[in-house]
């Protein structure tokens, strides 16, 4: 049954199935075939029903925004067979809308500037994350946009190296007094490898693999010898 005016809806005909459509010309009322579906379970019909309603979705848009692409997705998904949608990509989406959708939900690609990434950062920092968790984030926008262009979602894309920023890491520096406290209750042999460290700027897994063979008393010097390979 036809209801709305230029609604496609299914249609089944003599077993075969049909997405058609009412069109007005002048004052005739007339009935469009828009596709040929062939002999398919219903099921399988609403399905390319639903891809039809996307695609013509698609025609539309010219620069999305991300709520826009978010809702894109959305529809998408429901088209797609439980098991050919990669769960990476679900997840990407996932931390998209838990994260920083309400940050750039009416911004469109080309409107992300670094200050929207300030904010993306600080509201992750907020929440508690980690720099390292933060950073994953902007990896996964990376990932939803790359996501969006291949599907067409969207038609343009921010610089990638500016999703490509990294919250640094503070380093922790220690003063002489907390150096000597902590080498004092580290006992002896901990406390030679963190004197060792210190002194050198080994790190921890080159100390622990020391061999008198690469240590040279009388030239004062360590060689560490690193080993590649399968």
Same mark, same amino acid.
């Given at each position: 049954?036809?209801?709305?005016?230029?609604?496609?809806?299914?249609?089944? /005909?003599?077993?075969?199935?049909?997405?058609?459509?009412?069109?007005? #010309?002048?004052?005739?009322?007339?009935?469009?075939?828009?596709?040929?579906?062939?002999? #398919?379970?219903?099921?399988?019909?609403?399905?390319?029903?639903?891809?039809?309603?996307?695609?013509?979705?698609?025609? #539309?848009?010219?620069?999305?925004?991300?709520?826009?692409?978010?809702?894109?997705?959305?529809?998408?998904?429901?088209?797609?067979?439980?098991?050919?949608?990669?769960?990476?990509?679900? $997840? =990407?989406?996932?931390?998209? =809308?838990?994260?920083?959708? %309400?940050?750039?939900? /009416?911004?469109?690609? /080309? $409107?992300?500037?670094?200050?929207?990434?300030?904010?993306?950062?600080?509201?992750?920092?907020?929440?508690?994350? =980690?720099?390292?968790?933060?950073?994953?984030?902007?990896?996964?926008?990376?990932? &939803?946009?790359?996501?969006?262009?291949?599907?067409?979602?969207?038609? =343009?894309? %921010?610089?990638?190296?500016?999703?490509?920023?990294? &919250?640094?890491?503070?380093?922790?520096?220690?003063?002489?007094?907390?150096?000597?406290?902590?080498?004092?209750?580290?006992?002896?042999? &901990?406390?030679?490898?963190?004197?060792?460290?210190?002194?050198?700027?080994?790190?921890?897994?080159?100390?622990?693999?020391? /061999?008198?063979?690469?240590?040279?008393?009388?030239?004062?010097?360590?060689?560490?010898? #690193? &080993?590649?390979?399968?």
């Amino acid at each position: 049954r036809l209801n709305k005016e230029n609604e496609p809806v299914l249609v089944q /005909d003599k077993g075969y199935w049909y997405i058609r459509r009412n069109r007005s #010309i002048g004052s005739k009322r007339r009935r469009e075939t828009l596709a040929n579906l062939g002999k #398919i379970t219903e099921r399988e019909a609403r399905r390319e029903l639903a891809k039809y309603e996307l695609r013509e979705r698609r025609k #539309i848009i010219t620069l999305s925004t991300f709520k826009g692409v978010y809702d894109e997705f959305l529809a998408w998904y429901e088209t797609q067979s439980p098991h050919s949608v990669r769960p990476r990509t679900i $997840q =990407s989406f996932k931390v998209m =809308s838990r994260h920083y959708l %309400p940050i750039i939900q /009416d911004l469109s690609p /080309d $409107q992300i500037k670094h200050e929207t990434l300030e904010k993306i950062k600080a509201a992750c920092l907020a929440k508690g994350l =980690s720099n390292r968790t933060t950073n994953i984030v902007l990896i996964e926008l990376k990932k &939803v946009l790359k996501f969006a262009i291949k599907r067409e979602f969207l038609h =343009s894309l %921010p610089p990638f190296e500016m999703l490509s920023q990294r &919250v640094n890491n503070e380093i922790l520096r220690l003063t002489a007094a907390e150096i000597r406290t902590l080498l004092k209750n580290a006992g002896y042999e &901990v406390g030679f490898y963190i004197t060792l460290m210190i002194n050198t700027g080994m790190r921890p897994h080159e100390c622990v693999k020391l /061999d008198w063979g690469n240590i040279n008393i009388p030239a004062g010097t360590i060689t560490i010898i #690193i &080993v590649t390979g399968k």
